[in-house]
Nanobody
Framework: QVQLVESGGGSVQSRASLKLSCAAS????????MGWFRQAPGTAREAVLC???????SYADSVKGRFDISKDNAKNTLYLQMNDLKPEDTATYYC???????????????????WGQGTQVTVSS
C-alpha cells in the first residue's frame, strides 16, 4: 500500500528557511514521478516543485531560485528545501507520487494518484 507522510512544516518569519520531508512506503521513489504541491485557504492546489523518475525537476515560476527538491533513495524520502520564505508561501504543503506521470505533466495535480496528508507552513512578515 502506497503511503506518503509529510513532516517539517511550521511557523517562521519572512526570509527564513524550512525543509520538508516526505517519507514514502509501498513503492520505490527512484522509479516514480513525485512532487510538492500547496494549497492556501480558498485557492486551488498548485504545483511547487516536481521531479520525474530520471531526477529532472520542474519548477513553478514563483519558487525558482528559492526552493529546491531532492530525493534520498536510500531512505525512500523526498525533500523540499525552502529558502527566503515569503508570506505568500503560506499554505498546506502536500507530497504526491505517481508511477506514470509524463514529464510534460509533472506540474499538473490531477496527474498524481497518491497524496500525503499535508503539512502546514506559515510565514509571517
Amino acid at each position: 500500500q502506497v503511503q506518503l507522510v509529510e513532516s517539517g512544516g511550521g511557523s517562521v518569519q519572512s526570509r527564513a528557511s524550512l525543509k520538508l520531508s516526505c517519507a514514502a512506503s509501498g513503492f520505490t521513489i527512484s522509479t516514480w514521478s513525485m512532487g510538492w504541491f500547496r494549497q492556501a485557504p480558498g485557492t486551488a492546489r498548485e504545483a511547487v516543485l516536481c521531479i520525474d523518475s530520471d531526477g529532472t525537476p520542474s519548477y513553478a515560476d514563483s519558487v525558482k531560485g528559492r526552493f529546491d527538491i531532492s530525493k534520498d533513495n536510500a531512505k525512500n524520502t523526498l525533500y523540499l528545501q525552502m529558502n527566503d520564505l515569503k508570506p505568500e508561501d503560506t499554505a498546506t504543503y502536500y507530497c504526491a507520487a505517481d508511477p506514470s506521470t509524463p514529464w510534460w505533466k509533472l506540474l499538473v495535480p490531477s496527474q498524481y494518484k497518491h497524496w500525503g496528508q499535508g503539512t502546514q507552513v506559515t510565514v509571517s512578515s
